[in-house]
Every structure is written in C-alpha cells, then in structure tokens.
C-alpha cells in the first residue's frame, strides 16, 4: 500500500544486510515510526510487544527471526533456540509456527555455511506468498461484495463492518479483510466501512481507521457495542473480518468480540465472512472452541487507555478503579455454523472440513499435539 504517496510494506531487510526494519504499530495513528530488529532476540520481542502484529505479519517477522539467528551463529542448537524464542511469544496465530516450522524444515538440512544466505531468501518468500495470498483473498471477495452492490439503489455505498485490524498492517502488504474492500474501492465501486474500535488495544480505531483514511476509503469508527444496532437497522450490508486460527471444519479464532458480531449477524440475517488466507488454517484442529489456545493479555490493556493529547503528546491513563480486578481474554472463536463463508485465496469455501478440502484437496487430515 502506500503511505504519503510511497509503496510501503509492514517489514523489509535493512539496507545494512544485518537488521529487518518494521512499521512500529505501537506508534500509530498518531506517529509513524519504523524499528529496527537486529537479532531473534528483537523480533521476538517486536512480536510480544506488538510492534508488529496480526496473524500474517506474525508470521513474516518470525521468517526474518530465523533469518537473523542464522547470521549470528547457523549452528543447529542455534536454529532450535531461535524457534523456541519465536514459537513462546504469542500463542493464538497459527501462522507463527506455520512460518517457524517452514523455515526450520528449509534450513536444517543445508551446512551451516550456507543458511544465512538461505534463510534470507526464504524469509523474503514467505513476504511475497502472503501477499500474493492476499491479492487472491481480494479477486475472491471482491465479487461478494459487486452483488451487494448491485441491489443498492444509484450512489448507495455498500457497507461492510470490520472488526480489529485485518487489513494491511496485520500481513506484509494488502490484507486479508480489507483485500476485498480495497479491490471494490479501486474497481469504483462504492464502499463505507463500520471500524470497530475494538477495544482494549484499539487495533480497529487507531490501525484499520488510518489505514482506510491513507487509502481514501469511506469509513466510521464505532463503538464495539454498536455494530448490532447498526446490524438491526439495516445500515450493514456484509460483515468480514479477519483470523488468527481456523479449524479445518471452519471455526474461526479472531479478535476478542468477534463471536459476539457473528451472533448480532445471524440474528438480522447479515452475511458474516471470514478472510481466511490458507496459512491461518490449522488442519490438525476439529473442535476450535476447545482446541485453540487462547492469549491472555495483561489487564493493564484493559484498566488504561492511550491516546493523544491537545498539546500532542501521546499519554496512558486509567479507566478503571485502582484495585478493580480486569481480565484480558484477547481472541475468541465464532463457530462454523455462524460463519456465511471463507474468503481464501482459492475462492470462498463453505465453512465446513467439506467446504475447505474442496478448495485445499492436497491437505492430509494432521492431528496436533494437545496445547499446555
Ligand atoms: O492481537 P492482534 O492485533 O495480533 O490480533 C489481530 C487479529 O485478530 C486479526 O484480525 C487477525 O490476526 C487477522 S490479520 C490478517
């Protein structure tokens, strides 16, 4: 995408050929700041600390994690460090060990002399599959969203409500929600999207809202308990949002409040979509509500809020009580029956093991080891 004009990606190699430079997320709206990671050591804690974000994006960061350990010792004790510090950071996103277990399995089997090299040039693979993954989420969409078009009276926009940020910022460049809304928008077809604030760390109002605005594209951030109203009034033409983890029968792990969204679209006969790009799909889990681990976040993301002030300055205060007990449950799962269909790259499947296989026949069923 671009930002002030200039084609930008969330993560590239630094010039030095020894650093990976990223979009600081934590920074924005309101500054737009890039960091550089120099060792596994910074992209993992660019990946806690969420510098860098979203399933995909996850993902890349921990390609170019590899890529770094390799250059400071390729030794095999090294590569397993490096995985283990990637894999311990966040836990919901599937694409972190997708991503990992790619890697390993490319470099291990060369001689240490020949892996940073390679671990470079994978890393830089897995960037250009995502993107191309999220053109494909885009060419799938897009029509879903031409057919709703085509019923709104001459000058009506098609409204679609998002939730979290699922657009750019989360992958290497396009999105995967937004994939479709971008491709309408640039096609001239006429699109408004409800941003969900999304609460506690604000990924819809402070990363969806700039990333539609720099694009020019029609949008109103809302609170995350408006959606259902606007759902009720007829003001929310197609739900889609993004995912961290879907089951091979089609449950879909996304942003804490998803699932309440799914619910409020059944209820007023809204079509609810996921963009679901293939390296999201974990096909060793059947029963996503029990087997996704779900991330607990501190409280704190729950009890402050950040912002900015008049004079500029960005400050954190409390909302809460001091003493106030707060929970941070950060992912849930809406399940497959709520689900109206994936948005993969391959076309949009039925939210079902049916439904996926049709689109990905080439994925033996695998069972993953139980989660702690
Ligand atoms: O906690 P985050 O900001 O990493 O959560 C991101 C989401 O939940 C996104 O919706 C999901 O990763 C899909 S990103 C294409």
Redesign the pocket.
Known sequence: MRVNGRPQRTIWPGSDGASVEVIDQTRLPHEFAVARLDSVEGAARAISA?LV??????GATAAYGIWLAMLRDPSDASLRAAAQALLST?P??V?LRWAVERMTSWIAPLPAGGRAAAALARAAQVCDEDVAINRGIGAAGLPLIRAIAARKPAGGAVNVLT?????WL??VDV???TAPIYEAHDAGVLVHVWVDETRP?N?GAS?TAWELLNHGVAHTVISDNAGGHLMQRGQVDMVI????RTSATGDVC??IG?YLKALAARDCGVPFYA?V?SP?IDWGVRDGLREIPI?N?PAREVTHISGRLPDGAVATVAITPQGSAAANP??DVTPARLVTGLITERGVAEASEAGLRRLFPERAPTINPPHP
């Open positions: 969420m974000r979203g399933a995909p994006l996850i966040r919901t996103a694409n939730h979290c940020n699922a657009g989360a992958t999105g995967t929600a760390r990924q990363l949002v993004g995912t961290d996304n942003k998803t963009a790009p999201s991330e976040r950060a992912f």
